[in-house]
Nanobody
Framework: QVQLVESGGGLVQAGGSLRLSCAASGRTFSSYAMGWFRQAPGKEREFVAAINWSGGASSYADSVKGRFTISRDNAKNTVYLQMNRLKPEDTAVYYC?????????????????WGQGTQVTVSS
């Protein structure tokens, strides 16, 4: 059974940083791409960032490009999201997810496994 467990969320002031982690188990982590999504109250879940199986390619939403960095450590079965220069509009529940294949995926429908989410709150 595939499990994704996020950690690292919290309350931070605007301009601050947080690093989210997602520990994966239940399948060969290094064989699959990974992604981060977020959902704010009253809004649909939206794509944040994705990384391919090797870590050699990544993709970002325009709203976070240049501020967030996705990375992975296949030896630790963990994917990370480093979030810098946080803004109040980044406030949301952040979800780690795993798609069906090795390559970058940006649509929620391409993902089959999801974590439980971790709250990120950015105060102004």
């Amino acid at each position: 059974q595939v499990q994704l467990v996020e950690s690292g969320g919290g309350l931070v002031q605007a301009g601050g940083s947080l690093r989210l982690s997602c520990a994966a188990s239940g399948r060969t982590f290094s064989s699959y791409a990974m992604g981060w999504f977020r959902q704010a109250p009253g809004k649909e879940r939206e794509f944040v960032a994705a990384i391919n199986w090797s870590g050699g390619a990544s993709s970002y939403a325009d709203s976070v490009k240049g501020r967030f960095t996705i990375s992975r450590d296949n030896a630790k079965n963990t994917v990370y999201l480093q979030m810098n220069r946080l803004k109040p509009e980044d406030t949301a529940v952040y979800y780690c997810a795993s798609p069906t294949g090795q390559f970058l995926a940006t649509r929620p429908t391409q993902y089959v496994y999801w974590g439980q989410g971790t709250q990120v709150t950015v105060s102004s």
